[in-house]
């Protein structure tokens, strides 16, 4: 299968963020890259979650509709905490109906001025029209301004690791100021297959009809790819079309993130693209078995000097399909471990990267215990933290 070079390093300090790299010899495929026309792109496999695909992933942009899927969230998850029910009605006020309804000429499920719509149709109509009017009624009615409700949002974000998001609407349009990275957006929607599968249906319901009036689903990845089933799309300026999807295809969940494209319609073929590739430039492979050892790791105070790391599930990775390509497998934690160390502990994350695309992060446990040790061991110890302490300061003094 494969095997794990002999030798380690390690960088010891008690505030120093420790790094244990390992090279694994694979034979794998040097995937041959994908064109888009995407300023900025993002593809990863959900079940492995290995990034098969970046371009300025980390590049903030204008989120438009993305916001509205995070208002969905804080409501799915006000649902779930009991805080409201299904057949909660919000009132549509006056603001609502002028700034996201009909009066304002973008697209809105079309609640009729000062009605009290039940929270479970508000969804509905923010999720498949896209409904200004229903991301308002939602915001006004649950934090009684949006104002309020779009600080619950980036509380929300923050809590989902999307650090570099932050809005003050909750459609996401008609402010400046509002951000967002295609890293951050893939987290939103991991978040709602993983967390949320009973609400994460409603993001495929084909249509919506209220007060007389039928809308299909406005995402336009379900009209290129027919394993589409979730999310949204939008221009929150000019030549920025933005997408948010996922689907599945060969099997396999991916979730896709575009921006920056000409329209909404480039931004779905671009996002077909990708999954296209994605399924043939690339196949699930095993990197380390469950309880494999991946890295011996530092110890301070300890009977032993360092603890075996292992994984505790098969760690999985959509690796490419054919070529030559190397693995590195690093190992990031904080160190030294402080004994005692019981067998199971998570002692960090293992990062996996392939030549020729894909990464993946998987944490990583205690492959033993480690009991505390004696007075001569913790005195050893104490002396090889202040040599590294003074070591790590005079390269500090270097850098």
């Known amino acids: 299968m494969m095997w794990l070079l002999r030798g380690f390093r390690a960088c010891y300090g008690l505030a120093a963020r420790v790094l244990s790299a390992l090279m694994i010899s694979w034979t794998a495929v040097c995937a041959q890259g994908v064109a888009i026309d995407a300023e900025r792109a993002w593809l990863a496999d959900y079940e492995t979650g290995t990034v098969l695909y970046e371009k300025n992933g980390d590049q903030p942009f204008a989120p438009g509709n993305i916001v509205k899927v995070l208002t969905a969230v804080e409501i799915f998850s006000a649902l779930n905490e009991g805080k409201i029910t299904p057949e909660t009605r919000y009132r549509i006020s006056e603001n609502t109906w002028r700034k996201g309804g009909g009066p304002a000429g973008k697209t809105a499920m079309f609640a009729e001025l000062n009605s009290e719509v039940r929270v479970s149709d508000l969804l509905r109509g923010l999720i498949i029209p896209c409904g200004n009017d229903a991301a308002l009624a939602l915001a006004e009615g649950f934090a009684g301004s949006e104002q309020a409700f779009a600080e619950k949002l980036n509380e929300r974000a923050a809590a989902l690791g999307m650090d ?54 406005r995402n336009p990845l379900t009209n290129v790819w027919a394993g589409a089933d979730g999310f949204t799309a939008g221009m929150p300026q000019p030549g920025n079309g933005v997408l948010l999807g996922t689907g599945l ?74 070529g030559q390509g190397k693995v590195t497998a690093q190992v990031v934690y ?47 110890d104490n002396i090889i933290e202040f040599f590294s302490r003074m070591l790590w300061k005079l390269s500090e003094g270097r850098g």
């Open 164 to 217: 570099k998001t932050r809005v003050t609407t909750a459609t996401g349009y008609d402010e400046d100021g509002q951000t967002t990275t295609a890293r951050d957006a893939a987290r939103l929607a991991v978040h709602i297959v993983r967390n949320l599968p009973e609400q994460f249906k409603m993001f495929s319901e084909p249509d919506f009809t209220w007060n007389k009036i039928r809308q299909s689903n």
């Open 249 to 322: 295809e060969g099997g396999r969940r991916f979730i896709v993130v575009i921006s920056g494209a000409r329209d909404q319609r480039s931004a779905a073929q671009d996002a077909r693209k990708l999954v296209e590739w994605g399924v043939k430039a690339f196949e699930a492979v095993v990197v380390f078995d469950a309880g494999e050892p991946i890295a011996e790791l530092v110890t301070w105070g300890g009977e032993k000097r360092s603890v075996t790391a292992v994984a505790g599930k098969p760690v999985i990775m959509m690796a490419p399909r054919s």
């Open 334 to 380: 904080q160190g030294p471990v402080i004994a005692p160390v019981e067998k199971g502990r998570e002692l960090g994350r293992v990062v996996v990267r392939i030549g020729g695309g894909g990464e993946l992060e998987a944490p990583v446990y205690a492959g033993e215990d480690v009991g505390p040790g004696g007075t001569s061991d913790r005195a050893f």
